[in-house]
């Protein structure tokens, strides 16, 4: 029997708006709440189980701050047990001896922790909350006391792009196990730093620089909401005559660049499915929707599994099945999210097609 090509591997669940900081660059432009309609334990567990029938992805524990939700640790034992993997992404300012202690009897298996400066300064002026950078520190060392393992996730801008070596200098003191580096998508409160934005040019020579670091970094770095990435990584490699293989470049040799609608969704606080939470379509809900008729069923996932939909040169372009364009950000700047990627300095090759 063949395995379907689109199958779940990422969940990114926001299970609740509710966060104590106030970051700049906010998809969800979360502050505190309460936040009405939010989903109930009952709710969440049965869209567990229903995500389980498709498969085993990661469900990725978000918000907000999800430690703010006051069942947060009975919905990961549960996806546990169903043997789901379970991580979760909080601030790390609200981690404390007991948190670690719970998370690792909940079986959460890998948290994210953002730094997006190497100093409370520059971090703190990102996160709108003075101490906050040393609140993620602690958390931090409490997760490695503990022995969970840990990541961290940056989010580029021209405000903090000369911090980047710095914070992955810094991931790497710490112990952590992967740096994550996020493009900015000018969605939610992060409109308000569309204007700080990379350009086009310094997108392309701040992924040549990542992939520089991937060659000898002592942790995983992957580029997110950054597809041109698995576009430079394939270019790099034949102009060093490497072939792209799992064994050459692990788990950059079989990922695509823009996962939304394809191997990755989202949930929001209130059920509505997404392809990611930047690209806020609604594709279902899971209060009216069994999960798994959304995912096989909604038209706008069909229409981002479909390459010979997309459009301008991105729908030309031979790297499609690797790449794809951020679809939020053409979302965003055209109002189509089958548009060309606007940040991309690629040009196809004359009538080439992935």
């Given at each position: 029997m063949k395995r379907p090509e689109f199958v779940p591997r990422l969940v990114a669940w926001e299970v609740t708006r509710?966060?104590?900081?106030?970051?700049?660059?906010?998809?969800?432009?979360?502050?505190?709440?309460p936040y009405e309609g939010e989903l109930s334990t009952e709710e969440c567990l049965r869209v567990l189980r229903e995500i389980r029938e498709?498969?085993?992805?990661?469900?990725?524990?978000?918000?907000g701050e999800p430690l703010l939700r006051p069942d947060i640790f009975e919905l990961a034992s549960y996806g546990t047990e169903l043997g789901l993997r379970m991580v979760m992404a909080p601030n790390?300012?609200?981690?404390?001896?007991?948190?670690?202690?719970?998370?690792?009897?909940?079986?959460?298996?890998?948290?994210?922790?953002?730094?997006?400066?190497?100093?409370?300064?520059?971090?703190?002026?990102?996160?709108?909350m003075p101490g906050a950078f040393e609140g993620a520190l602690r958390g931090i060392r409490l997760l490695k006391e503990a022995g969970i393992p840990f990541q961290i996730n940056t989010t580029i801008t021209e405000i903090n792009l000369a911090e980047i070596p710095k914070v992955f200098e810094l991931a790497v003191s710490l112990g952590a196990v992967a740096h994550h580096i996020f493009l900015l998508v000018p969605t939610g409160r992060g409109k308000e730093l569309a204007h700080q934005a990379l350009s086009a040019a310094k997108y392309e020579e701040t992924l040549n620089w990542f992939y520089e670091q991937s060659k000898n970094a002592p942790?995983?770095?992957?580029?997110?909401?950054?597809?041109?990435?698995?576009?430079?990584?394939?270019?790099?490699?034949?102009e060093e005559g490497l072939e792209v293989t799992p064994e050459t470049h692990g788990l950059d040799a079989v990922t695509r660049g823009c996962l939304g609608g394809i191997g990755f969704c989202f949930i929001s606080h209130r059920g509505q499915v997404q392809p990611c939470g930047y690209l806020e379509l609604d594709c279902g809900n899971v209060r009216q929707s069994h999960f798994g008729e959304i995912w096989r069923h909604s038209e706008v996932f069909l229409n981002l599994?479909?390459?010979?939909?997309?459009k301008g040169k991105c729908g030309r372009c031979e790297y499609i099945r690797v790449c794809g364009g951020c679809r939020a950000r053409a979302y965003e700047m055209s109002g189509d999210y089958l548009a060309e990627e606007p940040l991309c300095l690629y040009q196809p090759r004359k009538g080439a097609r992935g």
């Amino acid at each position: 029997m063949k395995r379907p090509e689109f199958v779940p591997r990422l969940v990114a669940w926001e299970v609740t708006r509710n966060c104590n900081l106030n970051c700049v660059h906010c998809r969800a432009a979360a502050t505190r709440g309460p936040y009405e309609g939010e989903l109930s334990t009952e709710e969440c567990l049965r869209v567990l189980r229903e995500i389980r029938e498709l498969g085993q992805p990661v469900i990725i524990l978000t918000g907000g701050e999800p430690l703010l939700r006051p069942d947060i640790f009975e919905l990961a034992s549960y996806g546990t047990e169903l043997g789901l993997r379970m991580v979760m992404a909080p601030n790390g300012t609200l981690i404390t001896e007991e948190v670690t202690e719970k998370m690792k009897a909940s079986g959460i298996q890998r948290v994210s922790i953002s730094l997006d400066g190497a100093t409370a300064e520059a971090h703190d002026s990102f996160r709108k909350m003075p101490g906050a950078f040393e609140g993620a520190l602690r958390g931090i060392r409490l997760l490695k006391e503990a022995g969970i393992p840990f990541q961290i996730n940056t989010t580029i801008t021209e405000i903090n792009l000369a911090e980047i070596p710095k914070v992955f200098e810094l991931a790497v003191s710490l112990g952590a196990v992967a740096h994550h580096i996020f493009l900015l998508v000018p969605t939610g409160r992060g409109k308000e730093l569309a204007h700080q934005a990379l350009s086009a040019a310094k997108y392309e020579e701040t992924l040549n620089w990542f992939y520089e670091q991937s060659k000898n970094a002592p942790l995983h770095i992957k580029a997110t909401c950054a597809p041109h990435y698995y576009r430079i990584l394939r270019e790099r490699a034949r102009e060093e005559g490497l072939e792209v293989t799992p064994e050459t470049h692990g788990l950059d040799a079989v990922t695509r660049g823009c996962l939304g609608g394809i191997g990755f969704c989202f949930i929001s606080h209130r059920g509505q499915v997404q392809p990611c939470g930047y690209l806020e379509l609604d594709c279902g809900n899971v209060r009216q929707s069994h999960f798994g008729e959304i995912w096989r069923h909604s038209e706008v996932f069909l229409n981002l599994r479909n390459f010979k939909a997309y459009k301008g040169k991105c729908g030309r372009c031979e790297y499609i099945r690797v790449c794809g364009g951020c679809r939020a950000r053409a979302y965003e700047m055209s109002g189509d999210y089958l548009a060309e990627e606007p940040l991309c300095l690629y040009q196809p090759r004359k009538g080439a097609r992935g």
